[in-house]
């Protein structure tokens, strides 16, 4: 099983929108609606920031949304904010494993 | 409030073993499953094991299957990896979590404990 595919990079000002996309096969995130996504900061374990696809756990911004079609998942950040520079990572259940992206660093500019 | 807390990491020779800990306050894993997650250094997370909250049904990793085992105390509320046959890219940062939901997220993280294998 390989790791999801994300871009390595994105970057907006602040108060622009950016999107990551997030592409598995269908094994895994084609077979499943249970994709979530992490955000890292650095020296910092991962934070669980949307999952079931378009759902966020309670303290998260609503600045922050995902999505999925067919192998393809997407988180967008609108409304940038400086602390929202990290790393991002999608996630998606395979059956009995789960597997995560390779990461998107955001950088707000 | 959850807490998890990861210990028994270092630097240890490949072929050996090694057995980390989580000390988890705050939920009973009788009622919660727990996982260990971890990532090599400027890599993204790759998940490693999961023990089942009920009946300790466990879940594996192929690139650790056969050599690490999850196991926990439930009377001292442990969570455990115990790694056999360390390998040159076991090296990463472990981390315990809480699994959440029917998709195996992870809603609480320790702060991990790293272990490395030199070549």
């Known amino acids: 099983q390989s790791a999801l595919t994300q871009p390595r990079s994105v970057s907006g000002s602040p108060g622009q929108s950016v999107t990551i996309s997030c592409t598995g096969t269908?094994?895994?995130?084609?077979?499943?609606?249970?994709v979530s996504w992490y955000q890292q900061h650095p020296g910092k374990a991962p934070k669980l920031i949307i999952f079931?696809?378009?759902k966020r756990p309670s303290g998260v911004p609503d600045r922050f949304s995902g999505s999925k079609s067919a192998n393809t998942a997407s988180l967008t950040i609108s409304g940038l904010q400086p602390d929202d520079e990290g790393d991002y990572y999608c996630c998606s259940y395979a059956g009995s494993s789960v597997l995560f992206g390779i990461g998107t660093r955001v950088t707000v500019l | 409030q959850v807490k998890l807390k990861e210990s028994g990491g270092g630097v240890v020779q490949p072929g050996t073993s090694l057995r980390l800990s989580c000390a988890v306050s705050?939920?009973?894993?009788?009622?919660?499953?727990m996982q260990w997650i971890r990532q090599a250094p400027g890599k993204g997370p790759e998940w490693v094991a999961l023990m089942w909250y009920a009946g300790g049904n466990r879940w594996y990793a192929d690139s650790v299957r056969g050599r690490f085992i999850i196991s926990r105390d439930d009377d001292k509320n442990i969570l455990y990896l115990q790694m056999n046959s360390l390998r040159v890219d076991d090296t990463a940062t472990y981390y315990c979590a809480k699994v959440y939901g029917s998709g195996w997220y992870a809603d609480f993280w320790g702060e991990g404990t790293q272990v490395t294998v030199p070549s």
């Open positions: 079931d696809v378009n």
């Open positions: 705050g939920l009973r894993m009788t009622r919660s499953s």
């Open positions: 269908n094994s895994d995130v084609g077979a499943y609606n249970y």
